[in-house]
């Protein structure tokens, strides 16, 4: 019994200090800091400083000014960007939610609006407002 | 309102306000005597309460709030109060050992070290996760904000990444707590899963003291648990893993005990299926598995065995076939049964299980060292085979999937093993800590046998 407790105790430290390792201070104390120093910032520019919008923070910064200028009862949002990626996927979906809304999409359906990031007007389409980043436009009739 | 502590104090009220709800409620699920065990089944009631109001206020045409929230709660109490107590013979005193009392502090310590690490991890930032954005927390926003699901969520092709095919527990949880606290704060929310964490140590060593462990050993185990950094960390926060740990818990502690024939074993371990199956896909697997273990389980009455099958395995398809109905028929996304039948299968088992071992089980060598001496230090015990019987199907499910998965069984195992092999976490420690109980002597009786499941 006393070699079984001594194996049991070998292997409890041994975990213990693999689950220690995964502990790191300077890790801990960028969230403590991030933590306080966003604590008292709205929502969105706490989910701008955060990992989520970390890929292209000015995206992020796009998404939301985008976000705000829509006009309620929008049907969809399709948002043209360069080079997306699956964060630009997840991250414009996400934001516009409970919206639908696509990233490139193939086609575009009737009563969406389009936002693109950077410059550039597609044919068809006029602005409706220069948001940060980029813009809004409306299907032109 | 602006600031995160505003709303963290109110998502904190309303966890508190359902988990006391479920507190009452579980009466109908736990024999008296046992606080700590109703308290975590409790706060698995609040939980349901809190996903389960939103359908049903919303099927009524009505406002999912604190009004259809307050119905819902005097429904579940009725019902609770109407269900037959859960009694039987009192069980034998088993006089729980407190174990050297500056060794139990050092661990409670250790399990509030672990909690509180979770915390900062969890509540750094609003949830970011791949899969809170794209699967889970989408879902809730897109309940919370169109009062539902709209067809248009699982019909858009260029939306299959989204997983229409996953069941809504998770998000309709999340969009519940949403209604209640009167926006979508993904921040705030965020401590639903501490919250969950903390439900999950509760319900492990409780249960373990109940069991006849000692207290130092069940902290000990708790402790590993609460600093198990692959399931408690930021990744993880808002996605289905964390939650799906308490449940594969709650169905492996309750399957021992029903097995044994502890009153109303069978009503938690129903609860806790039905809640696996209406999170995540594999909860309907764990179930089957769950029955499986239950009618292998050697030395008990058949009746009783099979009457613990029927618990997992029936609300589970319940579930299942509701998800079913909402949806009609969805294909797994990420699979292609087919592959089993193409020359090239047996290369991408291979190519699987290769990317398993050295991208997973090597880099974690100490910790796979260190189980395999707690396992080896320990004894065998028929609660303890039947937990690891249970554990090791959903393991061994998840080491073969990635032969399936259409976008390559090396990019699954990357993606996702160890996130949900980490699920399985809760039930390894309770296993670990039974066989490791004989070692350091038992604090009382205990209440298993030498029997025990076959497999």
């Not at chain 2, 209604?179 to 492990?204: M, N």
Request: charged content about 15%.
């Amino acid at each position: 019994m006393r070699s079984r407790r001594l194996v049991a105790l070998a292997g409890y430290l041994l975990l213990l200090f693999s689950l220690a390792a995964a502990i790191r201070p300077s890790e801990l104390a960028r969230r403590a800091r991030l933590a306080i120093r966003d604590s008292g910032k709205d929502l969105a520019r706490r989910r701008l400083d955060g990992s989520s919008a970390a890929f292209d923070r000015r995206y992020f910064f796009f998404l939301e000014s985008v976000r705000r200028r829509l006009p309620p009862g929008t049907a969809g949002v399709a948002v043209l960007a360069p080079s997306p990626t699956v964060a630009h996927h997840n991250l414009t979906l996400y934001a516009f939610a409970p919206r639908p809304a696509l990233v490139a999409p193939s086609r575009i359906p009737e009563g969406w609006f389009l936002a693109v990031y950077g410059a550039g007007a597609p044919d068809g389409w006029r602005p409706v407002a220069s948001v940060a980043g980029g813009a809004v436009f409306e299907r032109a009739r | 309102m602006t600031g995160l502590f505003p709303s963290l104090a109110a998502v904190a009220g309303i966890l508190l306000a359902a988990g006391a709800l479920g507190f009452f409620a579980a009466g109908a699920l736990v024999p008296a005597g046992r606080p700590g065990e109703r308290v975590a089944w409790g706060f698995l009631l609040g939980l349901y309460l809190l996903a389960g109001f939103v359908p049903v206020a919303l099927a009524a045409g009505g406002r999912p709030g604190w009004l259809a929230f307050a119905a819902a709660a005097i429904l579940v109490l009725a019902a609770s109060r109407a269900a037959r107590r859960p009694a039987g013979p009192e069980a034998p005193p088993r006089g729980v050992e407190r174990g050297r009392a500056g060794v139990v502090l050092v661990f409670r310590a250790a399990v509030a070290g672990g909690v509180l690490l979770y915390l900062l991890r969890a509540l750094t930032e609003p949830m970011w996760a791949v899969d809170f954005l794209a699967i889970w927390g989408w879902k809730g926003k897109v309940i919370f904000g169109a009062r539902g699901l709209p067809p248009w969520t699982w019909t858009t092709p260029e939306l299959a990444f989204t997983h229409p095919e996953y069941p809504v527990g998770l998000p309709l949880l999340d969009a519940g707590i949403a209604f209640l606290l009167g926006r979508w704060d993904d921040h705030a929310l965020a401590l639903l899963y501490p919250a969950i964490q903390v439900a999950t140590l509760l319900l492990l060593v409780c249960w373990l003291e109940r069991r006849g462990v000692r207290r130092s050993v069940a902290l000990a185990s708790a402790a590993a648990l609460a600093l198990f950094e692959p399931l408690y960390r930021a990744f993880t926060t808002g996605m289905a893993e964390v939650p799906l740990a308490l449940l594969l818990l709650a169905i492996g502690v309750s399957l021992v005990d029903a097995v044994e024939g502890d009153p109303g074993a069978n009503r938690r371990l129903a609860l806790a299926a039905l809640g696996a199956a209406a999170l995540k896909n594999e909860g309907l697997f764990v179930a089957g598995a769950a029955a499986l273990v239950a009618l292998l389980w050697r030395g008990r009455p058949l009746r009783r065995r099979a009457g613990a099958a029927l618990a997992a395995i029936l609300p589970a398809l319940a579930a299942a076939a509701t998800q079913r109905l909402r949806t009609g028929p969805l294909p797994l996304r990420d699979f292609r049964a087919g592959f089993l039948l193409e020359p090239g299968f047996g290369g991408r088992m291979a190519l699987g299980l290769r990317t398993i071992a050295t991208e997973v089980l090597l880099p974690a060598w100490p910790l796979l060292a260190a189980l395999v001496l707690l396992a080896a230090a320990g004894r065998r015990t028929a609660d303890a085979r039947g937990l690891l019987a249970l554990a090791a199907l959903p393991l061994f499910a998840y080491a073969m999937l990635p032969a399936f998965c259409v976008w390559g069984p090396d990019w699954l195992v990357r993606t996702a093993f160890a996130r949900t092999s980490a699920a399985l976490a809760p039930l390894l420690a309770a296993a670990l800590a039974l066989r490791l109980s004989p070692v350091f002597g038992r604090s009382g009786e205990s209440t298993g046998s030498a029997a025990g499941p076959a497999a």
